[in-house]
Each structure stands twice: as C-alpha cells, then as structure tokens.
Antibody
Framework: QITLKESGPTLVKPTQTLTLTCTFSGFSLTTGVGVGWIRQPPGKALEWLAL???????RYSPALKSRLTITKNTSKSQVVLTMTNMDPVDTATYFC??????????????WGQGTLVTVSS | QTVVTQEPSLTVSPGGTVTLTCASS?????????PNWFQQKPGQTPRALIYSTSNRHSWTPARFTGSLLGGKAALTLSGVQPEDEADYYC???????????FGGGTKLTVL
C-alpha cells in the first residue's frame, strides 16, 4: 500500500523559508519514479510546483523556480521541498504526489492528504 | 506564460453524458502532452482518474473516458452518477522549462 504524508509548519511569517517533508512508504524512488509537489490555495485551482525523479533530475514551475528547491533522501524515503521568501499569497494546502512513469508520462497516481500552510505575520 | 483552459462549470442530468475539455494556449493538445485528469470532491484530496490521455487507473470507473478531441484533451463521463459531482482538473506536460501545467478546473454539477 502506497502512502505519502506531508509534514512541516502550519504557520510561517512573510519572508521566511518554508520547508516541507514528504515521507512515503510502499514504494522506492527507483527507476521510472518521481515524487512531486502540488499546491491549492483555499477555494482555488491546483498548481503544479516541482518534481524530483529517481535519478535526482529536478523540475520546477517556471513561475516559482527561483524560490523552490526539491531534494530527496532515498534511504529515509523522503522528499523535501523548500520555498523561500514566503508571502501571504502562498497560503495553500501543499500536496506530495507519487508519480510513476518516465518523465512526461508520469501518472500522478497517489496523493498525500495535504498540509495547510498559512503565511501571516 | 502557458495557460491551460477548462470550462469553468458544466451541468449534466443523472444518466446523461458530458464532455469536459482541456485546451492549451500553445496550440493543439496531442498525446505528447500526456494529459492527466483528476477528480476532487469538496473537502477531499484530488484523485487521479486518467493518465497518458486515455488510460484509466485501476480504480477509475469505466464511465470515465479520456481522449483527444478537436485539438484538446477531453474527459467524457457517460451514464453520469450523482457522486460524479465534483471539480475536475487536467494536467498537461510541456517539457522544457514549462514542465507540467494544471488547468483551472471544471465544476461539474449533476442536476
């Protein structure tokens, strides 16, 4: 059974750096697998953020590329997303997603429950 | 800035058929965009329905069909059930610097 769970602060102040950890089980970050992050502001649409592949290839949303870093720790079954210079508009539920499939053929198959991050002073 | 456009809202009667579409500001959507479709009910996590244009996940009911239609990705629901009322999102792969882009979502009402 594949599970993913996001963890991190629920409240951050403007200009601070957000660090979110995705801890997963039921699969390994092996050939053909990626783990990504997607967010959803309250009442709004989904927004794709970043993905890291089994080979450490990192992909980012061009709109947020300068602020995002995604890394993996295969031995701990974790993927970490950092986002710098947080702003109230970054208030959202952040989802971690398991995406098997080579590069563009990823299927975004299993989602974590999401974690709501509020940016406020 | 690449934009993926979906119908903001659609209404369908129970038992009816409805098609949701997903268009790209860059031109026609092809299989190379590897369209994915997701369903999200209020207060719930999104659930994957379709990947690589037309492939269902093991849990996706057969009444959900993905395809390419008139230069767009499409999701057709046949024999709509009341429980299909939800928001539906498409996700397209652009490669290069764009990577993946979500559509704005379609709110489907079953009435």
């Amino acid at each position: 059974q594949i599970t993913l769970k996001e963890s991190g602060p629920t409240l951050v102040k403007p200009t601070q750096t957000l660090t979110l950890t995705c801890t997963f089980s039921g699969f390994s970050l092996t050939t053909g697998v990626g783990v990504g992050w997607i967010r959803q502001p309250p009442g709004k649409a989904l927004e794709w953020l970043a993905l890291i592949f089994w080979d450490a290839d990192q992909r980012y949303s061009p709109a947020l590329k300068s602020r995002l870093t995604i890394t993996k720790n295969t031995s701990k079954s974790q993927v970490v997303l950092t986002m710098t210079n947080m702003d109230p508009v970054d208030t959202a539920t952040y989802f971690c997603v398991y995406s098997p499939g080579y590069y563009g053929s990823g299927s975004w198959k299993h989602w974590g429950q999401g974690t709501l991050v509020t940016v406020s002073s | 800035q690449t934009v993926v456009t979906q119908e903001p809202s659609l209404t369908v009667s129970p038992g009816g058929t409805v098609t949701l579409t997903c268009a790209s500001s860059t031109g026609a959507v092809t299989s190379g965009f590897s369209p994915n479709w997701f369903q999200q009910k209020p207060g719930q996590t999104p659930r994957a329905l379709i990947y690589s244009t037309s492939n269902r996940h093991s849990w996706t009911p057969a009444r959900f069909t993905g395809s390419l239609l008139g230069g767009k990705a499409a999701l057709t629901l046949s024999g709509v059930q009341p429980e299909d009322e939800a928001d539906y999102y498409c996700l397209l792969y652009y490669g290069g610097a764009q990577n993946w882009v979500f559509g704005g979502g379609t709110k489907l009402t079953v009435l």
